[in-house]
């Protein structure tokens, strides 16, 4: 097989076997998230199987809530395993290099999770170690790999071999990703994750294969999904945000909350340009003293109501919205939720945040805000905003919004990604706190039903900008690679409870 080094690369003839028995009383847990990955797998696929292929100690896999658990190594590892965990899960032994050890595939199917955790760099030749996965993926498992990135870990100059006497050859991320591609595994996901418990560096590639869904099975249903849009003085942003929608391949039908500043104008040229694409209207009949969400949220069920067979998303002016699929738009990521018989999406938050007391300057809001954080209030840890309108009337206003209801509700198993841009400039936040929504708060959603309190704290805060210390910046090429699993997978929570990340910012 092609292993896709560079030329110069050499590789180690004869590794030192890794003795993983220290692993098992160590403070320090190496690829947690990939078996994170796996709890969140058979949490949200209800599988019960998980196949631990280089499984060592045997420690991680312990940690699963499999019905059945097979740990398959060979040597000391598996003996440690056998001799220390007698009435825990199945301990197989066998030689990954020999073409038997694709007999182990008769225990996978479409009950299972594969995980093959920094097992291939450890292999002269892998290639029956590639085919066995290949085989259980091929039987309907989900298959997780991971492997430490050559040029994370060691500098874009090294050329081997390893320093780590046990490993042969070490691969950076797309030079892994066409290894497993070709050995039959299609690629949900090839990115980072992090490396150990302590470090927690984003050097450690993983790949996710996924049998129920292939990013390139898409069939472009014949509606365009609707996102309904509510909006109250949104024109510095309502632009770029309609461009979007529709760059994504979705409709619009935009609700102004009586606007006073050129939303309903901005909104009204697209409709002109795009009548066929974008819709408007203002509600209520007439404007009203203080801003009522429930009415808006019962009118959005109405509007989503006439449109059943269609993905409807429930959005704000200041979101964009993506799949989880890089280079693959809204409209097609939808499609593809639709061919795995999910009916609803659920998303996960980040918040952009200004740096500077001026704001975008003219530069547009998209382009200008670049720094973000990780929304990990209550609220953005669940986001179901994304549904596939049936004949019956869904109910979004018991919730506040924060999750669509209705019978027969599937989920899709990963998640999409929301992008807020709620505060553009500190004169922004204080006018957008202050003035339009203090002014107009309704006092039994706000002090009964506890809605809209953020914006307190903010205020309270004193409409501090953030630094950039606290921030990270937006790159387009490397976000998905590095932090798409924590969306997709909903790690971010795993990483709010280990206190790697603080909650509620």
């Given at each position: 097989m092609d292993w896709h080094l560079p030329d110069n690369?050499?590789?180690?003839?004869?590794?030192?076997?890794?003795?993983?028995?220290?692993?098992?009383?160590?403070?320090?847990?190496?690829?947690?998230?990939?078996?994170?990955?796996?709890?969140?797998?058979?949490?949200?696929?209800?599988?019960?199987?998980?196949?631990?292929?280089?499984?060592?100690?045997?420690?991680?896999?312990?940690?699963l809530p499999a019905r059945r658990a097979l740990g398959v190594d060979f040597g000391s590892n598996v003996e440690f395993c056998r001799n220390n965990h007698p009435n825990f899960g199945e301990w197989i032994e066998a030689d990954l290099s020999h073409p038997s050890a694709r007999l182990i595939a008769q225990h996978a199917s479409w009950d299972a999770i594969v995980i093959c955790a920094d097992v291939l760099e450890h292999m002269p030749d892998p290639t029956q170690l590639l085919r066995l996965l290949e085989d259980c993926f091929r039987r309907g498992a989900i298959v997780i790999t991971t492997t430490p990135d050559r040029v994370r870990v060691r500098g874009s100059d090294h050329s081997g071999p390893?320093?780590?006497?046990?490993?042969?050859?070490?691969?950076?991320?797309?030079?892994?990703?066409?290894?497993?591609?070709?050995?039959?595994?299609?690629?949900?996901?090839?990115?980072?994750?992090?490396?150990?418990?302590?470090?927690?560096?984003?050097?450690?590639?993983?790949?996710?294969?996924?049998?129920?869904?292939?990013?390139?099975?898409?069939?472009?249903?014949?509606?365009?999904?609707?996102?309904?849009?509510?909006?109250?003085?949104?024109?510095?942003?309502?632009?770029?945000?309609?461009?979007?929608?529709?760059?994504?391949?979705?409709?619009?039908?935009?609700?102004?909350?009586?606007?006073?500043?050129?939303?309903?104008?901005?909104?009204?040229?697209?409709?002109?340009?795009?009548?066929?694409?974008?819709?408007?209207?203002?509600?209520?009949?007439?404007?009203?003293?203080?801003?009522?969400?429930?009415?808006?949220?019962?009118?959005?069920?109405?509007?989503?109501?006439?449109?059943?067979?269609?993905?409807?998303?429930?959005?704000?002016?200041?979101?964009?919205?993506?799949?989880?699929?890089?280079?693959?738009?809204?409209?097609?990521?939808?499609?593809?939720?639709?061919?795995?018989?999910?009916?609803?999406?659920?998303?996960?938050?980040?918040?952009f945040r200004p740096i500077a007391d001026d704001g975008p300057a003219g530069r547009g809001v998209l382009r200008a805000l670049r720094w973000f954080d990780f929304g990990t209030r209550e609220g953005h840890l669940r986001q179901d905003k994304a549904w596939l309108q049936g004949k019956s009337r869904v109910d979004l206003a018991s919730t506040g919004g924060h999750q669509v209801r209705f019978e027969d509700a599937i989920d899709f198993r990963y998640k999409f990604l929301l992008k807020h841009y709620p505060l553009r400039s500190e004169a922004h936040a204080r006018r957008k706190v202050e003035q339009e929504r203090h002014q107009r708060r309704s006092p039994f959603e706000h002090d009964v039903l506890n809605y809209h309190k953020h914006y307190d704290k903010l205020a309270e805060s004193g409409f501090r900008i953030e630094s950039r210390a606290e921030l990270l910046e937006w790159c387009d090429e490397t976000f998905w690679p590095d932090y798409g699993l924590l969306i997709m997978a909903d790690l971010l929570k795993s990483r709010v409870k280990r206190g790697w990340i603080e909650a509620g910012k």
């Amino acid at each position: 097989m092609d292993w896709h080094l560079p030329d110069n690369y050499s590789s180690r003839l004869e590794p030192d076997y890794h003795d993983d028995q220290p692993s098992d009383s160590s403070e320090v847990v190496h690829q947690p998230e990939a078996y994170e990955l796996a709890r969140y797998l058979l949490e949200t696929t209800r599988r019960g199987t998980v196949i631990d292929v280089g499984c060592g100690s045997g420690r991680k896999l312990r940690g699963l809530p499999a019905r059945r658990a097979l740990g398959v190594d060979f040597g000391s590892n598996v003996e440690f395993c056998r001799n220390n965990h007698p009435n825990f899960g199945e301990w197989i032994e066998a030689d990954l290099s020999h073409p038997s050890a694709r007999l182990i595939a008769q225990h996978a199917s479409w009950d299972a999770i594969v995980i093959c955790a920094d097992v291939l760099e450890h292999m002269p030749d892998p290639t029956q170690l590639l085919r066995l996965l290949e085989d259980c993926f091929r039987r309907g498992a989900i298959v997780i790999t991971t492997t430490p990135d050559r040029v994370r870990v060691r500098g874009s100059d090294h050329s081997g071999p390893p320093p780590n006497q046990a490993h042969v050859r070490e691969w950076e991320r797309e030079e892994y990703a066409r290894v497993i591609a070709d050995a039959g595994l299609s690629l949900t996901f090839a990115g980072y994750t992090t490396n150990n418990s302590d470090a927690r560096e984003l050097k450690t590639i993983l790949t996710l294969s996924d049998p129920d869904v292939s990013p390139h099975a898409v069939t472009r249903s014949a509606m365009r999904p609707l996102a309904i849009i509510a909006a109250y003085n949104e024109a510095d942003i309502l632009d770029e945000v309609i461009a979007d929608w529709l760059a994504q391949g979705c409709d619009v039908h935009l609700i102004d909350n009586w606007s006073t500043d050129a939303t309903l104008a901005v909104a009204k040229r697209w409709a002109t340009r795009h009548p066929s694409r974008v819709s408007v209207e203002r509600f209520p009949d007439s404007p009203g003293s203080t801003y009522e969400w429930i009415p808006i949220l019962e009118r959005k069920s109405d509007i989503a109501a006439r449109h059943p067979g269609r993905w409807i998303i429930h959005s704000d002016a200041d979101e964009i919205r993506r799949g989880p699929f890089p280079g693959i738009n809204l409209a097609d990521s939808l499609d593809i939720v639709a061919g795995t018989g999910a009916n609803r999406v659920d998303f996960r938050v980040i918040n952009f945040r200004p740096i500077a007391d001026d704001g975008p300057a003219g530069r547009g809001v998209l382009r200008a805000l670049r720094w973000f954080d990780f929304g990990t209030r209550e609220g953005h840890l669940r986001q179901d905003k994304a549904w596939l309108q049936g004949k019956s009337r869904v109910d979004l206003a018991s919730t506040g919004g924060h999750q669509v209801r209705f019978e027969d509700a599937i989920d899709f198993r990963y998640k999409f990604l929301l992008k807020h841009y709620p505060l553009r400039s500190e004169a922004h936040a204080r006018r957008k706190v202050e003035q339009e929504r203090h002014q107009r708060r309704s006092p039994f959603e706000h002090d009964v039903l506890n809605y809209h309190k953020h914006y307190d704290k903010l205020a309270e805060s004193g409409f501090r900008i953030e630094s950039r210390a606290e921030l990270l910046e937006w790159c387009d090429e490397t976000f998905w690679p590095d932090y798409g699993l924590l969306i997709m997978a909903d790690l971010l929570k795993s990483r709010v409870k280990r206190g790697w990340i603080e909650a509620g910012k």
